[in-house]
Structure formats: structure tokens, C-alpha cells
């Protein structure tokens, strides 16, 4: 079995338990009822009155932790346990999605130009794991190949590299603005700051194990090179 295999197959081990983990935190604050008695949608739309944003909808979407901010279209999009519920886990999602709308707003430079990726990402995306594909199997006959799915790839763990200071900044707010508004008291601050640090793992090692497989694909290309 290859490095490159094991490697995969152990971060795909890693982000199950991350994500395992998520859900079951997600689940415990969920039962834990909010002391100010706010919906995640009425949490949203305070935060973002309070923050003078008053040209973004929040609404609800379909599926769990299907939670999140599009800057196309200026919406907050709240699953259904976080738009109806009265509850910690509710409060922190539904903070955090609009702590995206506030960077938005605010212009903040690390979701500017994660934006101006977006397109380049998507389509990279289609081709990478066909051109990697054939450039390991042509690696000794044309390994040009396997440098250009390299570059492809490089997209994507740029991509994954630069989401980690857009949600780790959009927690912090969150969590600032769920205290100075008093919508989370003292004891339900760290709840929530658990919550959302689960949260921000599941990209952590995303972007860990992108950047792995990258080094390991590289070096598969100047292996071969070497032996030319």
C-alpha cells in the first residue's frame, strides 16, 4: 500500500472521529436550553441589526449542520435545529454564520480572497482526480502529468489553508458579540466556545490533510524525475 494511501486512509479515520465528535457536541448543547429564550433565527437577525447589517436575510434550509453564509446572495442559511430552537448549540451556529455576514460586510481580506477563489476551485476541482489519476499511472512515460494535477491540487489546499482564518475569525466574533449582547450568559459562553471549536476542526484537519498529500505527491513527481 502506497504512503499516499495510508496517509488518506488515516486522516479519513481522523476527520470520521472529528466529525463524530462534532455531532455528539452539537447534540449535548442542543439539549441545554438558552437563558435569553432567543431562536437561532431571532440570534441571527439580532446580530446582524446590531452590527448594522439590515440587507441580509436569514432563512431556513434543509439538512443537519447544513448551516452557512452566502455572500452571493446575501443570506444567512440556518438548518431547521438551528432556526427553530432555543438552545446553546442554535445561539453559537447561528452567531457564527453571521459572524461570515459581518466579514462580509467588513470587507475582512482573508474572505475577500477566498470569494475571488471560488470559481478557479470549483473548476479545478472537476479535473483533479482524473488528472491525478493519470498522471500516477503515466508517471514514467509523462510526468509532466502528475504536475499539472500537482498545481491543480495546490488549489484546493490553498483554498483549504485560507478557509481556516475566515472561520476561525467568524467565531471570534460570534463569540464576542454572544457576550456583549447578553444573548449567552457566563456559563453558556464556554458551552458555546466548545461548540464552535469542534466546528472549526472538521477544517483544521481538511486542511491538514490536503497539505500531507500535496508534500506526498510531490514528491512522487520528483522521484520520477530523479529517474529520468
Same mark, same amino acid.
Given at each position: 500500500?502506497?504512503?499516499?494511501?495510508?496517509?488518506?486512509?488515516?486522516?479519513?479515520?481522523?476527520?470520521?472521529?472529528?466529525?463524530?465528535?462534532?455531532?455528539?457536541?452539537?447534540?449535548?448543547?442542543?439539549?441545554?436550553?438558552?437563558?435569553?429564550?432567543?431562536?437561532?433565527?431571532?440570534?441571527?437577525?439580532?446580530?446582524?441589526?446590531?452590527?448594522?447589517?439590515?440587507?441580509?436575510?436569514?432563512?431556513?434550509?434543509?439538512?443537519?449542520?447544513?448551516?452557512?453564509?452566502?455572500?452571493?446572495?446575501?443570506?444567512?442559511?440556518?438548518?431547521?435545529?438551528?432556526?427553530?430552537?432555543? +438552545?446553546?448549540?442554535? *445561539?453559537? @451556529?447561528?452567531?457564527?454564520?453571521?459572524?461570515? $455576514?459581518?466579514?462580509? %460586510?467588513? =470587507?475582512?481580506?482573508w474572505l475577500m480572497f477566498?470569494?475571488?477563489?471560488?470559481?478557479?476551485?470549483?473548476?479545478?476541482?472537476?479535473?483533479?482526480?482524473?488528472?491525478?489519476?493519470?498522471?500516477?499511472?503515466?508517471?514514467?512515460?509523462?510526468?509532466?502529468?502528475?504536475?499539472?494535477?500537482?498545481?491543480?491540487?495546490?488549489? +484546493?489546499?490553498?483554498? *483549504?489553508? @485560507?478557509?481556516?482564518?475566515?472561520?476561525?475569525? $467568524?467565531?471570534?466574533? %460570534?463569540? =464576542?458579540?454572544?457576550?456583549?449582547?447578553?444573548?449567552?450568559?457566563?456559563?453558556?459562553?464556554?458551552?458555546?466556545?466548545?461548540?464552535?471549536?469542534?466546528?472549526?476542526?472538521?477544517?483544521?484537519?481538511?486542511?491538514?490533510?490536503?497539505?500531507?498529500?500535496?508534500?506526498?505527491?510531490?514528491?512522487?513527481?520528483?522521484?520520477?524525475?530523479?529517474?529520468?
Amino acid at each position: 500500500m502506497s504512503g499516499i494511501t495510508l496517509l488518506s486512509l488515516l486522516f479519513l479515520g481522523i476527520s470520521m472521529l472529528v466529525s463524530y465528535r462534532l455531532r455528539s457536541k452539537f447534540t449535548e448543547y442542543s439539549r441545554l436550553p438558552l437563558s435569553s429564550g432567543m431562536t437561532g433565527r431571532e440570534v441571527a437577525e439580532r446580530m446582524l441589526r446590531d452590527n448594522g447589517i439590515y440587507d441580509v436575510q436569514v432563512q431556513s434550509s434543509e439538512g443537519f449542520l447544513s448551516d452557512h453564509y452566502n455572500p452571493m446572495d446575501k443570506t444567512v442559511n440556518l438548518s431547521p435545529d438551528v432556526y427553530n430552537n432555543r +438552545t446553546i448549540a442554535a *445561539a453559537a @451556529v447561528a452567531a457564527h454564520e453571521c459572524g461570515h $455576514a459581518v466579514q462580509h %460586510a467588513r =470587507a475582512y481580506p482573508w474572505l475577500m480572497f477566498r470569494s475571488r477563489m471560488v470559481p478557479v476551485v470549483q473548476v479545478s476541482s472537476m479535473l483533479i482526480q482524473w488528472v491525478l489519476l493519470a498522471g500516477v499511472l503515466l508517471i514514467n512515460v509523462f510526468p509532466q502529468l502528475l504536475l499539472v494535477g500537482i498545481l491543480l491540487f495546490a488549489l +484546493t489546499t490553498v483554498f *483549504a489553508l @485560507v478557509t481556516l482564518p475566515v472561520e476561525f475569525d $467568524a467565531s471570534s466574533r %460570534a463569540l =464576542a458579540w454572544l457576550g456583549t449582547a447578553r444573548v449567552a450568559d457566563a456559563d453558556e459562553q464556554p458551552q458555546a466556545k466548545d461548540a464552535l471549536h469542534w466546528a472549526a476542526m472538521t477544517y483544521v484537519v481538511s486542511a491538514i490533510a490536503s497539505l500531507v498529500t500535496l508534500v506526498q505527491y510531490v514528491l512522487m513527481y520528483l522521484g520520477a524525475r530523479d529517474r529520468d
